[in-house]
């Protein structure tokens, strides 16, 4: 019978974790692939990116949720924070899948208030968790995501091509830093699963 310490050991929980880098990297593909589709067809296309859109924030939502629970080593402030960040995802995305047709100025305001919040909250774990890996980039997109959400609220009535092409944008820029992090994950959780395998 495996030693109970041996199983909870650091670098053990960090190699498990490495193992699932796949699941991040296929979300970073496909939030970096619905960006380039909106700045393709921006015009034809957009009740379907609404439709992706909707789904990718329902994906995320989940995904940050589980996460709150999953990770032994965050605070319970820092669970409650992303289970939070997950459920709002959540009922932003099912809202944008059930009303396509929805005003430019509601789906403006929506984006605006998701990204500001997805922003403090990364930048507060960023700040509060010195030991964070790749630090620095997380407060840059934290501070990236809610200039974007002040924007956006700040102009709740933008034509439509705008709208389409900064969400274009952002979620290019978000897929790469989740292709960027799951290629980090990988690394380190190859690099435990090897100290893992010297105990």
């Known amino acids: ?3 109970p310490l041996l199983r909870n050991d650091p670098a053990d929980v960090l190699a498990r974790v490495g193992r699932h880098w796949g699941w991040l990297l296929g979300f970073g593909l496909v939030t970096a692939v619905a960006g380039i589709a909106v700045l393709v067809w921006p015009g034809p296309t957009l009740e379907v990116i609404a439709v992706l859109f909707g789904i990718q924030l329902v994906v995320y939502g989940v995904f940050r949720f589980v ?6 080593d965050e605070s319970t402030g820092t669970r409650v924070l992303y289970a939070l960040l997950g459920v709002l995802s959540f009922i932003v995305g099912i809202y944008a899948i ?5 005003t430019l100025g509601a789906l403006a305001l929506l984006l605006g208030i998701f990204w500001i919040v997805q922003g403090f909250v990364e930048l507060f774990t960023a700040i509060s968790n010195k030991n964070l890996p790749s630090r620095g980039w ?5 501070i990236v995501s809610v200039l974007a959400g002040i924007v956006v609220l700040a102009y709740p009535s933008p034509s439509l091509y705008t709208l389409t092409i900064v969400l274009g944008i952002w979620l290019i ?5 989740e292709i960027y992090f799951a290629f ?8 435990a699963g090897r100290l893992a395998g010297a105990h």
């Open 67 to 72: 996460a709150a629970f999953a990770v032994d």
């Open 173 to 177: 820029f978000f897929g790469v830093m």
């Open 1 to 3: 019978m495996a030693d």
């Open 98 to 102: 059930k009303h396509i047709l929805v």
């Open 184 to 191: 980090r994950l990988r690394s380190v959780g190859s690099v």
């Open 138 to 142: 997380t407060i840059f997109v934290a």
